[in-house]
């Protein structure tokens, strides 16, 4: 008599190989300095905020060198170029023609892009921390020089500035999903805020609205340590617009999309 081992379901053994999710965040977070664009920028990121913190040093009142107007500053720059980062996370995929390897080895995009987002944001609340200890280094060296040196601080600040750096790298990644190109989605994210806050300034009844769609706008609470209930709801819908609708937008069209 002869017996016949079960055979083993496909499905099994793409669970087996599929990698994990974590892995696949590493390998994302990776990526965002492999590139010569992206380590570049990151350095650049860096540079900025160390930049602003000298800056203040050097020509800022003693009273105003303080923990807070060292971080606070730091914030507005480094959220510039932030989402630029998050574009081509999305972007070099494509521009660099390494989709087809990508999705040949993980053929879940779902699971790539969700990889994409995580490391984007890590890499935000990383920019948060940098501006945490520059800020740090900023007042020990105000203390040693005659500066304030004050360490009076609000915590809900550093939530704040998580909030404001996660939202900006995650609507330039939902630009670069949407676009899928890195010179477009660039001016299309820099160009079209740009343009509406223009709008919703110089046109009248478009003033209303852009209290509620213009983020120049919402965020600028988010450097504050309080903001009011009607503040959160405008930063959400501004959010809905800005983020939401190109990232479902975005994922439709990279789910969809033919890889060469």
Do not use: C
Not at 65 to 86: D, E, I, M, R
Not at 150 to 160: A, E
Not at 168 to 187: E, K, S
């Amino acid at each position: 008599m002869t017996t016949t081992a079960p055979a083993v379901g496909s499905d099994a053994t793409a669970r087996q190989r599929r990698p994990a999710m974590s892995r696949l965040i590493a390998v994302e977070l990776r990526k965002l300095v492999d590139t010569r664009a992206g380590r570049w920028l990151l350095i650049t990121i860096g540079l900025v905020a160390a930049g602003i913190v000298t800056v203040q040093l050097l020509y800022a009142p003693d009273a105003e060198q303080t923990f807070a107007n060292f971080f606070v500053p730091s914030l507005f720059p480094v959220g510039v170029l932030l989402p630029v980062l998050g574009i081509l996370s999305i972007t070099t995929e494509w521009s660099q023609r390494t989709a087809l390897t990508t999705f040949a080895l993980v053929p879940r995009r779902e699971r790539v892009i969700a990889a994409k987002l995580v490391a984007v944001v890590l890499a935000a609340l990383a920019s948060v921390l940098t501006s945490l200890a520059l800020a740090a280094v900023g007042t020990l060296i105000a203390e040693a020089t005659g500066g304030a040196g004050t360490w009076r601080f609000d915590g809900m600040l550093i939530v704040h500035a998580a909030v404001f750096q996660v939202s900006t790298a995650l609507i330039g990644a939902a630009f670069g999903l949407l676009l899928l190109h890195t010179p477009l989605a660039i001016v299309a994210y820099l160009v079209l805020p740009i343009v509406w806050s223009i709008l919703g300034g110089l046109v009248q009844p478009l003033y209303r609205a852009g209290e509620w769609l213009d983020t120049n706008r919402t965020m600028e609470p988010l450097f504050t340590p309080e903001l009011t209930g009607g503040q959160w709801q405008r930063l959400a819908v501004s959010l809905l617009l800005w983020l939401v609708v190109p990232l479902v937008a975005g994922l439709v069209r990279t789910m969809r999309q033919e890889v060469t």
